[in-house]
């Protein structure tokens, strides 16, 4: 499936360099006549070498190449791990004939160890020697970890005439999958923007799509959103053209982010959580995600149990203030609980409703206009058995 | 195993109600000479009516008897949850020949159902005809939802000649088990006290031993733990027996808490997170209880799996501000990162070292001189089996 690759003049491949014990672990996305980046990161306290550098890039500087590696986090690898990283972008800039600050870089995998440099730098050599390829379905698999399926999005709009185009993949299934880490997601347009436009773009695109999501409440040290635009001829960057954009950029997370939660370890139900009639968007997504967390509706929901006293009692304890007697509550559009109070409902037939592969938890707050949508996964043996495992 | 009733004047018993299908569900605690009584209760702002009457008591009045019921939460029932709950305490009270405010409720059980008031009177009618019964070993049991094993603890030490005695007893294995909600403890003492002395020594007991522990970060509508001095003839209230009390309650809350978190859902280890050069009790709590309840630190200790990064990534995301290049980590004993770095050690030896009933987790974070003890458990097929159970 191609995506990246549609936007045109946006290269990619990967090969096998040997840093996973096998298969594709080593790609590059290149897009030399990019004129804006940006990028949004983790916010754990303990980041890995390509975040901290990351994010001393963006902002400034417009980033050209992407080079990224599974198998190995790079993360708490301390002065020798963030000299690694460096020695990365300087040889993969030199190879491509760019500034070193035009390169970013992002690693997936196990915390904690070395890089191995040598084949690493012999892999860059292999992967950049003919840059100019457009095998963006090498990359997306070489980004992969736990992930059983690839991750891509491509979706275009027409404004005037004219298509902008919006292109991307990710990889995640554990927040930290088993000794791994990270959720990365790389995304191209044909939308012409400077670096201050694209970023406000991204971070709201990102607020309701990839910060909306969890699969186990844990926030890998890698997580990084990187985003780049490629003009193509005749697209213009006008209000109405800009605004579509936008819609067009928070559909791709949003895409990405929904196959990352459909593939979340041992998930076998994709969960919306809606949220109306929020006091703000904090309050909004606290709740949100504290339902979205809660091992206990996670496996009454992998059970098809209607048992929403759980669902209430995760709302209860958020953190967020709300007035109980305000909350209304459906589970697949059946009322279960009206201003607080327990209604009379068909245990079984809900039962049957929520054996579904996508469910859809609504919760109205009668406090305010905030809505959101955020989406989790159910709790299974599975996750247990894929994370369990020593090695 | 006799608990509650070592203290003198302390009677207790339970009978089966029918508010279960079946067991004992109803029981008493009563005190008829009780000089003092505290309470410390959920924080979900979903209450249960138990939960919302029990906090209007405490403070000035002495509760000398607390009815407690499992099978059904009274939570989330409305105004006629409230009235139910109001009129058990009357009813009791009456055949007690106290007041009213006398008398606590505790409910645990499912959330969002009425309570079969009938069998509920009825059942107090037969509990309490002779009140002066010292069967603590039936109340233990008829407090039990999915515990697999009773939860008591006794402990006494001597002060100048005299011995004081603090007993208690406590419920609880997911923090909201299988359509069930609550923890619950009740404690005892002989020692002469007032209301606040008892609160205050009550609420530090209860921040160094049940406010630490989680088995899966859910906090019920129903939780509470309430305690009544009962003052025997000899025991003085001075300055060094005071210090003394407060270290034995704290002692016997410890005891409890972790009784409950070895019982924990599917729990097969017991973890100990030793947090130690904390800014204040707050950023270790918070650092604990992430680490506690992140679902891949959980798997990884279930399967002694020393993938020391899932805790830094938890560390990480805790919310408190920290030095990554500060902090230290260690398992059993075993140090594998100094000042943020990673430290070589011997994996399989340390897989086996992991292998153990209890596990200690000792995180040292270079910011000042606060140290606290946690206590979570591992993460098994065990507690997805036993939550996922549409019933």
Redesign the interface.
């Known amino acids: 499936m191609q995506s990246l690759c549609k936007i045109n003049g946006v290269y990619a491949s990967a090969i096998a360099a040997g840093i996973k014990a096998k298969g594709l672990d080593l790609s590059y996305i290149y897009a030399p006549n990019a004129v804006a980046s940006a990028g949004v990161f983790t ?5 890995a070498a390509c975040v901290k550098r990351n994010q001393s890039l963006f902002g400034d500087q417009v980033i050209k190449a992407i080079i990224v590696n599974s198998g190995n ?1 790079n ?4 002065e020798q791990g963030d000299q690694n990283n460096k020695k990365i972008a300087e040889y993969a800039a030199g190879k491509l004939g760019l500034s070193s600050f035009e390169v970013a870089t992002a690693s997936t995998g ?4 070395h890089l191995p440099m040598e084949k690493y730098l012999c892999g860059l050599d292999q992967l950049l020697h003919h840059p100019s390829r457009q095998e963006d379905e090498l990359s997306v698999r070489a980004i992969m970890t736990t992930d059983t399926v690839e991750k891509a999005a491509y979706f275009e709009t027409e404004v005037n005439g004219q298509v902008i185009k919006c292109a991307g993949i990710a990889k995640g299934s ?3 999958a088993p ?1 791994m ?1 990270t959720m990365l997601g790389f995304i191209v347009t044909n939308f012409p923007c400077t670096n201050q436009e694209l970023q406000v773009c991204l971070t709201e695109a990102c607020n309701y799509s990839f910060n909306l999501i969890s699969v ?6 890698n997580d990084m959103v990187l985003a780049m635009a490629v003009p193509e001829a005749g697209i213009q960057n006008r209000p109405d053209s800009f605004i579509e954009f936008k819609k067009l950029l928070t559909q791709t997370c949003q895409s990405l982010s929904q196959q990352i939660i459909r593939d979340g370890e041992g998930a076998t139900r994709l969960i919306t959580i809606e949220i109306s009639e929020a006091s703000s968007y904090e309050a909004a997504k606290q709740i949100a995600m504290t339902v979205a ?4 509706v996670k ?2 929901i ?4 209607p ?4 669902i ?6 958020s953190g967020v ?2 007035d ?1 007697n305000l909350v209304n509550l459906s589970l697949q559009g059946c009322e279960v ?1 009206r201003q ?3 209604l009379a409902f068909d245990r079984n037939h809900l ?1 049957q409703l929520l054996q579904s592969a996508d469910v859809i938890v609504h919760i109205t707050l009668g406090q305010g206009d905030h809505s959101i949508k955020a989406w989790g996964c159910d ?3 599975g ?3 894929i ?5």
Do not use: C
């Not at 916010?43 to 980041?47: A, C, D, I, V």
């Not at 993360?75 to 301390?78: E, I, K, L, M």
């Not at 994370?387 to 090695?391: D, F, I, K, P, Q």
């Open positions: 916010t754990n306290q303990f980041k986090a993360a708490v690898t301390g196990i915390i904690g160890r554990g927040m930290i000794n880490a186990d409440g844990d926030t890998s040290t967390n809660s091992p206990l496996t009454a992998h059970g098809a149990d048992n929403w006293g759980r209430l009692a995760a709302i209860g304890r203030s709300i109980p609980v607080g109070q327990p039962h709790l299974s043996r996750y247990v058995d994370n369990v495992e020593y090695n």
